[in-house]
């Protein structure tokens, strides 16, 4: 089977100097779940609340994500309040109020025990690891968190490091879990965690992927209309994983490849509010991103030396 | 001949969290030249004070750099002091004393004036103006300027803009330039000045380049140690042109090589105080790095449509 996703589903209200919303659809597992549901086969688990309406669960069906693992408890899905200004790489909470999500103990369905592909998207690292239990002998495990987790359970955290195949961070939280500013330095320390490769991303300014044989820095697609940076981190990582679990190939050619296709899907998301960019995607133009994103990296080498 | 550079020699005193130098060698043309040195040769127009030591004058010889357009004044050599926070990007000047640069008029050799590459550094676009009447028929000119111009002398600097190949400014200074917050906007607004290329330096996130027909994105090395980031812009520009000088080739292709050889050259020029790192550098040093960048930004392309 291909992959499973645990992480959040929940209504976003934002506000950025290009406009706002309301109580749009949100959450890691909803962002990355869509993304990864363009290259492979995706089981979410998550929880709502009672308010959480019949459309946002069709259009996640209507993406083929397998939904036995959404569970619904009375009470009101997670909201998240967030406001950007025009430097867009930082988002300001305004509020969160947590509500069904609070008492999240993700139980994974029988059925999806067997998955090949697992992201943990950032929860708390004591339920990461508990999620790590019940899937019996995944082939890849990726994973994200916060800074407050980085604060509040660092121990936790580094045990989860310390059994997944690919962490997930953007460039602060690096710094901060490394305590350590210089990123190459900060990379290295938190490989030595146990992590097989890192990625850390960078918002505008693209990723940097550290394994120990391997650096690998990939720019993000430059755009001109930037709307509104929410769930980019987690539709990157559905891509990214996504590309992996369809291809079967983990060399570091294929997470090479990923990593290119997670940053064009993040390219779309940032492009309007909410998932409405990825409900009106088409392969063919990720294929297209893709191909641009090459063509602009690309220079010729120099010879070796003799 | 090679490359004619107009800017500063300086005296820079530079605190950042790992040390302090006071009144180590600086200036645009130094980094420039010194960097540009190691591709090909340089003639520098520049000014110095009475209190400018021969060692100086003697090291940049030792780098076969045509001193004959370094004048001297009575009176003390430009003078600036900085501080960089762990946020490596940004210089907070604490003093500027312009000394003898204030009343510089480059006044080009007539040696110099058959110059086929010209760099323009960061000085007042009045007087790039008169450099580039000087200079007869030069095949690439490139600039550089900052925020300072960009808000006192607007007009001066796009008429300057509108005459040169290349322009060379970092991230800040596009968007103050265009007036638009999306760097994307902002070069095609820049491009519409009518210079040709556009390259966009963003410190330790590499460079984007623009043309009317292409964009390229480079990431900058990754380095474990960032002692000091002043001239890191220059030294870009100095390998940058270098290159293009050395092999004529100002093809689109041409020009990202050089952009991966000008940060390649950043990359040494930080890693120590004033030139310090660049004094001690060997050409196969610069190619490995080179090589290096291959190797990180590489990533399989996909197929073509059919």
Known sequence: MGILVVGSVAFDSIETPFGVAEDVLGGSATYFSTSASYFTDVSLVAVVGSDFPEEHEDFLRSRNIDLRGLSRSSGDTFRWKGRYGYDLNEAHTLETRLNVFESFRPSIPPEYADAEYLFLANIDPDLQMEVLKQVRNPRVVASDTMNFWISCKPESLKKVIG??????????????????????????????????????????????????????????????????????????????MGYLANTGNISDAGIRQAIIFGSVMASFTVEDFSLNRLKSLDYRQIEERFRSLKAMTHFEGIPEPE
């Open 163 to 240: 059994k997944v195949d690919i962490l997930i961070i953007n460039e602060a939280e690096a710094r901060q879990l490394a305590r350590e500013p210089n990123l190459v330095k900060a990379a290295r320390s938190i490989l030595s965690l146990g992590v097989g490769t890192l990625i850390i991303k960078r918002g505008e300014y693209g990723v940097l992927m550290f394994s120990r044989s391997s650096i690998f820095a990939a720019p993000a697609y430059p755009l001109e209309n930037v709307f509104d940076p929410t769930g980019a981190g987690d539709t990157f990582a559905g891509g990214f």
